[in-house]
């Protein structure tokens, strides 16, 4: 094989090879210009709506924090102290070959004597602490 050709074939590999890696980057750039556009209509968006919400949403917003702490807090000692009791539905899963699946499933009721959280309850507890208590972590001044 002559030598010209070998360098014919390598100029070529070499150019393409360049082209293709140029490209890979400017579709990188182009990427994060379109991530950083992003983070800013977000940021824009959030400020206004920061702006909107004013005095009436921070009310709404500490309503919100006191009746989940009342269904956290207060119910289950008031029921503690009254002796109330709530029936709870759930399915059990039968034995046998396919228990296991949860294809075939008996309902049980099930009295208890005291206040039942559901898992909405514990979540928007989650949700709270981690609105109010979370950002306290990040100081918003320079």
């Given at each position: 094989m002559p030598i010209e050709l070998i360098s014919l074939i390598t100029g070529n590999v070499?150019?393409?090879v360049f082209k293709l890696i140029a490209s890979q980057v400017e579709g990188q750039q182009r990427q994060q210009e379109m991530l950083l556009k992003k983070q800013e209509?977000?940021?824009?968006?959030?400020d206004k709506a920061a702006q909107?919400?004013?005095e009436s949403?921070?009310?709404v917003r500490r309503f919100i924090v006191i009746m989940v702490m009342v269904g956290v807090i207060i119910f289950p000692f008031i029921l503690a102290v009254l002796g109330?009791?709530?029936?709870?539905?759930?399915?059990v899963p039968k034995g046998g070959l396919f228990g296991f699946l949860g294809l075939h499933s008996k309902e049980l009721l099930t009295v208890t004597g005291s206040y039942f959280i559901l898992p909405e309850i514990r979540s928007s507890v989650l949700a709270v602490v981690g609105f109010y208590f979370?950002?306290?972590c990040f100081s918003n001044k320079k």
């Open positions: 070499s150019g393409f209509a977000a940021d824009n968006s959030a909107r919400g004013g949403g921070a009310w109330g009791s709530v029936t709870i539905e759930e399915d979370g950002s306290s």
